[in-house]
Each structure stands twice: as structure tokens, then as C-alpha cells.
């Protein structure tokens, strides 16, 4: 292998250790102590396993977490009703709604509903617009994107003047990556289900960030050498080896690409720990916001 691995469990464990102890200093000043909700509408079970996961991080951060569920035939009103009177909790200080909803419910009006400064998942339409304008901040960045920002800067990687190619236009993964990459003044080019060349636009890439959901897709002899690699892929593929029946692979061959690749993320490990740690992080932010404080 000739990549450096960006070692994302590490990098995860060390930022929540800082939240942990930033948790810990505030409580000793007095100040209240970071509490986030969650919301689960209807019973998917991939939704409950990763709400369990942000509450455990919660309890281990020192910070409270509520979770709430509803049945899912809950209506539009009784969904929003619920994230209202959340916005008015006080030992509330970031609010999350576990998507995708069930179908028939309005997630756009749902996650408008959701307070500007409780939205630490920072998918309310005013967050997300933020981010796409030049010169404007959002309050909250959701936690996966941020989770790849904070890999890239963590590895030293330049962003400014870099080409950076992202693999996937998804609102909650592709095109905030995107967004941010450009702030970061990377020239951005985003591919998507009907782009044409792909392996040749990623052999230009300095940068590539890959989320399309499928195991493996990109190959080695599609990476630039010296590329810096982030794959945000989870793909279950089977495996008889393993007790389960299955492993997780990303959307990078990570063997062929280790062999080119100038630094890259492994799966599992190398996201996904980071969109849990930035979690946290926002819920953090969200308390000191509501103390008034200024937040950089
Ligand atoms: P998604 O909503 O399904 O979006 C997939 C994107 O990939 C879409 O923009 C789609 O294009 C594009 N795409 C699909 N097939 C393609 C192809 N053959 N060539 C080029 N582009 C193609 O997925 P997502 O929610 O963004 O998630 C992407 C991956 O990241 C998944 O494996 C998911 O499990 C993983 N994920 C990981 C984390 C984490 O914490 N590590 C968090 C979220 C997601 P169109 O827009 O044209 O359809």
C-alpha cells in the first residue's frame, strides 16, 4: 500500500474526547449542560440503529440526549407540533429528525420548522442556502460533510486551487461536500447518475470525495497518483467468511486505490466515525449559542 490511511476512527475518538472535556468545563462554570432530541417517525429499523449510536455518544460526551418516536402514521401536524415544542425547551439545545420520514409526510416543511439555532443535523432550508451563498455562514454544517472537511484539513490536504471531483449529488452528503469544497476554493466538479466520463473526470481530480452507494465503483486506474481519497460510501456486500454473512466496502476499491492514491479514508473507519463526532460537536456549538455566546 502505497497511500497514507486517513485514520478516521482516530480522528473521530480524539474530537469527541475534546467535546467531552468542553462539556465538562461548562458544567464546572454552571453553565447548563448541551442536550439534544431526536425525533424518529415510524420504524426503520436502519434509523433506530443509528439513533441508538447518537445517544450512546451522547452519554459518553456528558451531553443529554431525549429520544422521541413516533408511530408512523403520524400526521404533518403532530410531527411539527412535536419539533415546536422542542424549540421551546430550554434544556433542548439541538434538535434532530432522523430522515428519510415515512412517505407522505413533508420533510422540506418539517426540517423548516426545526429553530435556525436548534438545527444541529443543519439541514433547515436557511442552513443548507447559507452554505451555497458566497460570504454567508451557515449556523450548523450537517455532520457527515463536515466530517469529510474536518478528514481533508486534518490530513493537510490544500484545497485552495485544487480540483476536487465529487462523486454524487445527495442533499445530505454530495452537494453540501460540494458546497464546502468551494468555499475552501477548490474548484469543484460534481458527477452525478447522468455524467458522461467519469473515470476520466476523477483522473484529474487532486481531491475526490465519493458518495454514490455503490460497492466499489471506483477503481485504481481511475485515481490520480498522489490523490487524496475520501470515501464516504457504506455498501453491505456478502461475504460468507464472516459470521454475519456480510462486510462493509465504500465506493472505492480501497486495494487498487491504496496502490495509487496519495492519502486515503478506509471502510469502515474512516468517515462514518466522524459524522457522529461532528454531532456532538454541533450539539456543543448549540449550547453555547444559546448562551449567548459568540461561536467562531
Ligand atoms: P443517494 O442519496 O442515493 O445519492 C447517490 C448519488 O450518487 C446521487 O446523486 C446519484 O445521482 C449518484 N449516482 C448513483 N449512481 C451513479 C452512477 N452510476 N454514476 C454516478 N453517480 C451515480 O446516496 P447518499 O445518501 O448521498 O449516500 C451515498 C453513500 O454514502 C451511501 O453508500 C451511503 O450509505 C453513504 N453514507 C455514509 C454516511 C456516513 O456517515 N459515512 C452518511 C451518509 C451516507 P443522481 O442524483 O443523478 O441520482
Redesign the pocket.
Known amino acids: 500500500m502505497r497511500a497514507t490511511l486517513i485514520d478516521g476512527k482516530a480522528i473521530a475518538e480524539s474530537l469527541r474526547e475534546e467535546v467531552k472535556q468542553k462539556v465538562r468545563e461548562r458544567i464546572d462554570k454552571g453553565l447548563p449542560t448541551p442536550g439534544l432530541a431526536t425525533v424518529i417517525v415510524g420504524e426503520n429499523p436502519a434509523s433506530k440503529v443509528y439513533v441508538r449510536m447518537k445517544h450512546k455518544a451522547c452519554q459518553e460526551a456528558g451531553i443529554i440526549s431525549v429520544g422521541h418516536e413516533l408511530p408512523k402514521d403520524a400526521t404533518q401536524d403532530e410531527v411539527e407540533d412535536l419539533v415546536r415544542k422542542l424549540n421551546a425547551d430550554p434544556k433542548i439545545h439541538g434538535i434532530l429528525v432522523q430522515l428519510p420520514l415515512p412517505a407522505g409526510l413533508d420533510e422540506e416543511h418539517v426540517l423548516n420548522t426545526i429553530s435556525l439555532q436548534k438545527d444541529v443535523d443543519g439541514f433547515h432550508p436557511i442552513n443548507i442556502g447559507r452554505l451555497a451563498q458566497k460570504g454567508r455562514e451557515p449556523l450548523f454544517i450537517p455532520?457527515?460533510p463536515a466530517?469529510v472537511m474536518y478528514l481533508l484539513e486534518h490530513s493537510g490536504t490544500p484545497l485552495a486551487g485544487a480540483n476536487a471531483v465529487v462523486?454524487?449529488?445527495?442533499?445530505?452528503?454530495?452537494m453540501p461536500v460540494s458546497l464546502l469544497l468551494v468555499s475552501a476554493n477548490a474548484t469543484v466538479t460534481i458527477?452525478?447518475?447522468?455524467?458522461k466520463d467519469?473515470p476520466g473526470i476523477i483522473r484529474e481530480a487532486d481531491v475526490l470525495v465519493a458518495?454514490?452507494?455503490?460497492p466499489e465503483?471506483v477503481r485504481g486506474d481511475w485515481i490520480k497518483p498522489g490523490a487524496i481519497v475520501i470515501d464516504?460510501?457504506?455498501?453491505r456486500v456478502e461475504d460468507d467468511t464472516r459470521k454475519s454473512g456480510y462486510r462493509l466496502v465504500?465506493?472505492v476499491n480501497f486495494d487498487e486505490a491504496a496502490e495509487v492514491a496519495g492519502a486515503i479514508t478506509p471502510v469502515p473507519g474512516?468517515?462514518?466515525p466522524?459524522?457522529i463526532a461532528m454531532l456532538l460537536r454541533n450539539t456543543l456549538r448549540a449550547a453555547r449559542l444559546a448562551d449567548g455566546n459568540h461561536v467562531e
Open positions: 455532520a457527515t466530517g462523486l454524487g449529488r445527495s442533499n445530505i452528503v454530495g458527477c452525478h447518475s447522468r455524467t467519469i458518495a454514490v452507494g455503490i465503483y464516504v460510501g457504506v455498501n465504500g465506493d474512516g468517515v462514518g466522524m459524522t
